[in-house]
């Protein structure tokens, strides 16, 4: 099993937009694949209760349909920093606990497998942990998602060295265009990245309105992980 760790420059980069279209890819080419969002914030209120919208696509789209609690087994109500969202409804999130939790998902027979972090590398889930303590202790190769905008290469950059310094491995980076309009200099930062960052680049997705994952695929290839 191909087992990977999908994190972000920031908040709303298209982490979930990104590992969809990693799971379609995989599927394209005859393999099994699924993808947990070990900890959400927000949700809606379903027929089957509250769910957050992003790990429900995760459910409908691996090739296993697995329990909603497999997918997300940790859901805060808001949509806030983790820390505070759980906070708020005197909930204590521990990085172990999630991490162990997660790790059960490597049972399932499949040929890969992607957990998707909340928001940024260094989100905190509480006073002492961020969501890098959870990446820690799951100890697999990370996929960073830059949003492409102005600022992406600091954070890029920042979070690539955070990673590094827990002795981790950066597996590769996807540039995702985040608005309609691509941003100055747009292939130059990519380059830069490139340059900078000395990991493979695994896709340049465009903008899309509607998101049609099947046709996203053909801009990502995870092929460069495996040498």
């Given at each position: 099993?191909?087992?990977?760790?999908i994190?972000?420059?920031?908040?709303?980069?298209?982490?979930?937009?990104?590992?969809?279209?990693?799971?379609?890819?995989?599927k394209?080419?005859?393999?099994?694949?699924?993808?947990?969002?070990?900890?959400?914030?927000?949700?809606?209120t379903?027929?089957?209760?509250?769910?957050?919208?992003?790990a429900?696509?995760?459910q409908?789209?691996?090739?296993?349909?697995?329990?909603?609690?497999?997918?997300?087994?940790?859901?805060?109500?808001?949509?806030?920093?983790?820390?505070?969202?759980?906070?708020r409804?005197?909930?204590?999130?521990?990085?172990?606990?999630?991490?162990?939790?997660?790790?059960?998902?490597?049972?399932?027979?499949?040929d890969y497998l992607?957990?998707?972090g909340?928001?940024?590398?260094?989100?905190?889930?509480?006073?002492?942990?961020?969501?890098?303590?959870?990446a820690?202790?799951?100890?697999?190769?990370?996929?960073?998602?830059?949003?492409?905008?102005?600022?992406?290469?600091?954070?890029?950059?920042?979070?690539?060295?955070?990673?590094?310094?827990?002795?981790?491995?950066?597996?590769?980076?996807?540039?995702?265009?985040?608005?309609?309009?691509?941003?100055?200099?747009?292939?130059?930062?990519?380059?830069?990245?490139?340059?900078?960052?000395?990991?493979?680049?695994?896709?340049?997705?465009p903008?899309?309105?509607?998101?049609?994952?099947?046709?996203l695929?053909?801009?990502?290839?995870?092929?460069?992980?495996?040498?």
């Amino acid at each position: 099993m191909q087992k990977y760790f999908i994190t972000g420059t920031d908040t709303d980069v298209g982490k979930t937009l990104i590992t969809r279209i990693l799971l379609t890819k995989v599927k394209q080419q005859g393999l099994k694949a699924l993808a947990i969002k070990p900890l959400a914030a927000g949700g809606v209120t379903t027929m089957q209760g509250f769910q957050n919208e992003d790990a429900t696509f995760f459910q409908q789209e691996s090739s296993l349909q697995l329990p909603y609690t497999v997918i997300n087994p940790y859901l805060l109500q808001d949509a806030l920093s983790p820390n505070i969202g759980a906070q708020r409804y005197d909930r204590i999130l521990d990085a172990k606990e999630i991490s162990q939790t997660s790790a059960k998902a490597y049972h399932y027979p499949v040929d890969y497998l992607f957990i998707e972090g909340a928001g940024g590398w260094q989100v905190p889930i509480n006073a002492t942990q961020t969501m890098a303590d959870v990446a820690q202790a799951l100890n697999i190769p990370i996929i960073m998602v830059v949003g492409m905008r102005l600022g992406c290469l600091n954070h890029a950059l920042l979070t690539a060295a955070q990673i590094r310094s827990q002795n981790l491995v950066l597996a590769g980076f996807i540039a995702n265009q985040i608005t309609p309009t691509p941003q100055t200099a747009y292939e130059e930062n990519i380059a830069t990245l490139i340059t900078h960052l000395k990991v493979p680049l695994l896709g340049k997705v465009p903008y899309s309105i509607n998101n049609n994952i099947a046709a996203l695929t053909r801009y990502i290839d995870l092929s460069p992980t495996h040498t």
